[in-house]
């Protein structure tokens, strides 16, 4: 699966809380401009902070919505005072402090008993010399 391009990687699921990481922010970017230039400069700056977790593009109000982990509230905000705001672009921003996660499902649903699986990945009972199988079996 990993060379049909399906499994981009692998990971530990790690816990924020044990390791400091007690705050949780979704902040809500908008910028000035939206040319396609300025919004891979920002995409840019954002992937050399390693509190934003998650950046996604979005349509409507907003253009980013960021995940960012901090260890407290007060850590927060000197990222968002001395960098996030401070950024080129960037015209405006809202946060909003994550309460608690109630779901944390990485990935995408599969159902491997759907037809629409593509034949390449069914199971065979060919194995390559040795090496077993990463494709995925329908039951």
Not at 117 to 126: H, M, T, V
Request: net charge negative.
């Amino acid at each position: 699966m990993e060379e049909a391009g399906f499994i981009r990687g692998y990971h530990a699921d790690i816990n924020p809380d044990a390791l400091g990481f007690g705050v949780t922010v979704f902040a809500q970017v908008g910028l000035s401009s939206q040319a396609e230039v300025d919004l891979k400069k920002f995409e840019e700056l954002v992937n050399s902070w390693p509190m934003v977790r998650e950046c996604n593009m979005l349509a409507g109000e907003y253009d980013f919505l960021l995940k960012i982990v901090a260890e407290d509230w007060d850590d927060y905000q000197r990222f968002l005072t001395t960098k996030l705001t401070a950024a080129p672009n960037v015209s405006h921003v809202k946060s909003a402090l994550s309460i608690r996660t109630s779901k944390h499902t990485p990935g995408v649903p599969i159902d491997v008993d759907s037809p629409d699986i593509p034949d390449s990945l069914e199971d065979d009972d060919e194995e390559d010399e040795g090496e077993s199988s990463t494709r995925v079996a329908r039951r």
